[in-house]
DNA sequence: TACAAAACAGACCGGTTGTCCTGTTTTGTC
DNA sequence: GACAAAACAGGACAACCGGTCTGTTTTGTA
């Protein structure tokens, strides 16, 4: 009987296994009460591979922060807002599109973003700069579309700095909520309240600049 | 050198210490973050005293959650709401009132509630319903005022639960991000976006609900 | 094949955490 | 004043956490 067992390194994928679970854990239960004897029973790894791979528990948040965070906002939000035909109609199609998913999924873990910010905001000074960036790029991408739009003729009255802010912080106030009460239903009422709302002054300043600039 | 040391029996008074000084922990550094050391060692108390009056960490959040949580929300945001003359003009009122508070205090800490919610919403159930009575009479209190404007011929095109869920989604996804960038002009930013929108529908319908039902 | 570095295994440790437990003192009540 | 209950003191403890350490195996390279 011996001991016949082969090893493969594969550093790439253990890395990636390791993120993969931090990311869901940290999302379930959030970052204090996941203890890095569960990630390493999640992960099916042992101490010194994980110390390899992140030598402490604030790497490896860090790590989940600027790799899983801000790809999950990339491709939930900006990605789909950028290839909306306006930045109203991609605001308004994500929510309803998570909206949707949370529906058919029964249950709400809420915005891994926002989860995390209110947990490490405070506690230290990268996890907050990391955070406020993708924050940061969120609101620019919508404000980015906002001033697309009105290139190209719309969105006459509306400050795009302000509707982007808006939209972030409705958003993930709404998910706070909905996590909350477990009932995406927030989400909708949410996106009602935005949309029953138009943008006030359209005025001749903004009806000028009509398909100026259309490329 | 007799031991000459009297003790003073005050219940009220220590009970009311140990929730300060959790109240304070619990919203700079979060539940898990703050031990029972640290509260003991900066309210002054022992461990005896600490178990006797709440016999778990989870009932002290949950007297914290309860007892100052809700009061915060009450006293911040649902009296001023309710006092105010018209429910659009509180929640404007309240978001600037937050906004300068933060502005001359130099650092944001966050929403008491939303801090709260995340870190625990999904870890306990009991938590949970708590946190989420808050918001709920939070909501309704708003969504009352609304209603109450349009008794007195008011807000005609507003529905009142969704100008509600909007108020406290923006102000609460605000405060996520100026806690996380440690300014507080998003709140100003998104207050502007919620005022640069106007009721829509202000339709025949509602312009003949005037004056009825006024009381 | 030689060999150094990377990748991984697994035990170990000091410190902390929340809770419990046994006493002692104060307080209300008859 | 007797006495039980409440209020408080303070130590003990087992579990756990994150990090470190030493050793082994794999892998790239010459």
Same mark, same amino acid.
């Given at each position: 009987?011996?001991?016949?067992?082969k090893r493969t390194n594969d550093p790439e994928g253990m890395r990636r296994r390791v993120l993969d679970v931090a990311e869901g854990a940290f999302q379930a239960?959030? /970052?204090?009460?996941?203890?890095?004897?569960?990630?390493?029973?999640?992960?099916?790894?042992?101490?010194?591979?994980?110390?390899?791979?992140?030598?402490?528990?604030?790497?490896?948040?860090?790590?989940?922060?600027?790799?899983?965070?801000?790809?999950?906002?990339?491709?939930?939000?900006?990605?789909?807002?950028?290839?909306?035909?306006?930045?109203?109609?991609?605001?308004?199609?994500?929510?309803?599109?998570?909206?949707?998913?949370?529906?058919?999924?029964? /249950?709400?873990?809420?915005?891994?973003?926002?989860?995390?910010?209110?947990?490490?905001?405070?506690?230290?000074?990268?996890?907050?700069?990391?955070?406020?960036?993708?924050?940061?790029?969120?609101?620019?991408?919508?404000?980015?579309?906002?001033?697309?739009?009105?290139?190209?003729?719309?969105?006459?009255?509306?400050?795009?700095?302000?509707?982007?802010?808006?939209?972030?912080?409705?958003?993930?106030?709404?998910?706070?909520?909905?996590?909350?009460?477990?009932?995406?239903?927030?989400?909708?009422?949410?996106?009602?309240?935005?949309?029953?709302?138009?943008?006030?002054?359209?005025?001749?300043?903004?009806?000028?600049?009509?398909?100026?600039?259309?490329?």
């Amino acid at each position: 009987m011996a001991p016949r067992k082969k090893r493969t390194n594969d550093p790439e994928g253990m890395r990636r296994r390791v993120l993969d679970v931090a990311e869901g854990a940290f999302q379930a239960r959030g /970052y204090h009460a996941s203890s890095l004897g569960d990630l390493m029973a999640a992960a099916g790894i042992t101490g010194g591979a994980l110390h390899h791979h992140f030598p402490t528990k604030k790497a490896l948040a860090l790590a989940v922060i600027e790799e899983r965070v801000a790809a999950a906002v990339r491709e939930t939000w900006i990605e789909p807002v950028l290839a909306a035909p306006s930045a109203r109609e991609g605001v308004r199609a994500v929510f309803e599109a998570v909206a949707a998913e949370l529906e058919q999924q029964g /249950y709400v873990r809420g915005c891994p973003l926002n989860n995390l910010a209110h947990e490490l905001s405070l506690a230290d000074d990268e996890f907050r700069s990391a955070l406020a960036r993708i924050f940061a790029g969120w609101r620019q991408a919508i404000a980015d579309k906002v001033r697309a739009d009105q290139l190209e003729g719309g969105e006459g009255g509306t400050d795009p700095e302000r509707f982007a802010a808006l939209a972030v912080a409705a958003y993930s106030g709404a998910m706070s909520m909905a996590k909350t009460s477990q009932d995406p239903g927030v989400l909708r009422e949410c996106l009602k309240g935005l949309e029953g709302l138009q943008p006030s002054s359209v005025g001749p300043a903004a009806r000028r600049r009509r398909r100026v600039l259309l490329r």
